[in-house]
């Protein structure tokens, strides 16, 4: 059996079976939990995937915080356990509070749906533990509010703490920094914008998103 | 009491505003080569149920800050005043 991956549905949330299938290509056993649910059971990671959880109204994760399932992912957060936020998944885990800054409009407001080249940033997160420093990724961008933001303060510290996990190569939609990806103060949640889900093989451009989710399971099984 | 309650949800300063951008650089092609500094944002209008206009207030101001802004990227403008009848 493979290391057990909490997957959250919210209703709006497209991407959850992409997720299981590239978690399931690297041996996870992937399992969804519903946004209703008030525990994540007894997973060894969670991923909030990508989508447009409750319809993105308002701001793209600003209701889906309130879903019950959130204060579970959230106490899982707090005592150490993986959590990974992509896309949709990210913008939740900021409006949250697990994860510091915003992710607002692209720059010209652009929906952005194209591969991307990113490269890794810090090696010491639960998503790119052992992935050297400087390795390029072309994974997949599909957003609209896909542009990081944050104040100085606190891009200070994440500069200063080596929290900026990933960067894009050729900035695409005016993200401070270039930023794609940060982790929190334990390193062990992580939000990015970019799909790792769907680089998952060669037959759909790339299989670059692999070595992420491997991380990913190395992580989670300690 | 019921109070009426405003909130007008704009981005902070500094924030970069793609919206307002793109609304002024349609606007020469319509013959509206004078205008400049648009901003965009989204008005909330509800009602409220407090003891005071200071109480209600306070609610607002509450309810803007921890939902309908993100303080991180906006600001929330909030007014209240009491409807008749109350």
């Known amino acids: ?3 057990r991956v909490g997957i959250v549905v919210f209703p709006g949330t497209n991407c959850e079976h992409d997720v299981a299938a590239a978690l399931a290509l690297v041996g996870a056993e992937p399992r969804f939990l ?27 994760g600003a209701i889906a915080r309130f879903s019950p399932v959130m204060e579970a992912v959230g106490t899982f957060a707090v005592s150490g356990g993986p959590v990974v936020g992509i896309c949709n998944g990210f913008q939740v885990l900021t409006e949250a509070g697990l994860l510091p800054g915003a992710l607002q409009k692209n720059r010209r407001l652009r929906f952005m749906c194209t591969p991307v080249v990113v490269t890794v940033a810090s090696d010491r997160s639960a998503l790119t533990d052992g992935v050297a420093v400087g390795t390029a990724l072309t994974l997949a961008l599909n957003n609209f ?18 929290r900026v996990v990933l960067r894009y190569s050729d900035n695409p939609n005016g993200s401070i920094d270039d930023i794609a990806g940060i982790c929190n103060e334990g390193r062990n949640v992580v939000g990015l914008m970019p799909h790792p889900e769907r680089a998952s093989s060669e037959l759909i451009g790339s299989a670059d998103g692999l070595v992420l989710l491997r991380s990913l399971l190395s992580v989670a099984v300690g | 009491m019921r109070f009426a309650a405003q909130v007008e949800v704009r981005l902070r300063p500094g924030i970069a505003d793609p919206e307002s951008a793109t609304i002024e650089r349609a606007l020469p092609a319509l013959g509206f080569d004078d205008v400049s500094a648009m901003t965009t944002g989204r008005s909330f209008r509800f009602e409220i149920e407090a003891g005071s206009g200071e109480e209600a207030m306070e609610r607002a101001t509450a309810l803007a800050t921890r939902l309908l802004a993100n303080p991180v990227m906006e600001d929330a403008e909030v007014s209240v005043s009491a409807r008749g009848g109350g």
Not at chain 1, 35 to 52: C, I
Not at chain 1, 146 to 157: I, M, N, P, T
């Open chain 1, 145 to 162: 509010d896909g542009s990081y933001v944050c104040d100085r303060a606190v891009l200070d510290e994440l500069r200063a703490e080596d």
């Open chain 1, 34 to 60: 519903w946004h209703g649910e008030r525990t994540v059971g007894d997973v060894d990671a969670v991923v909030v995937p990508g989508g447009f959880a409750h319809g993105d109204y308002l701001r793209p």
């Open chain 1, 1 to 3: 059996m493979g290391p």
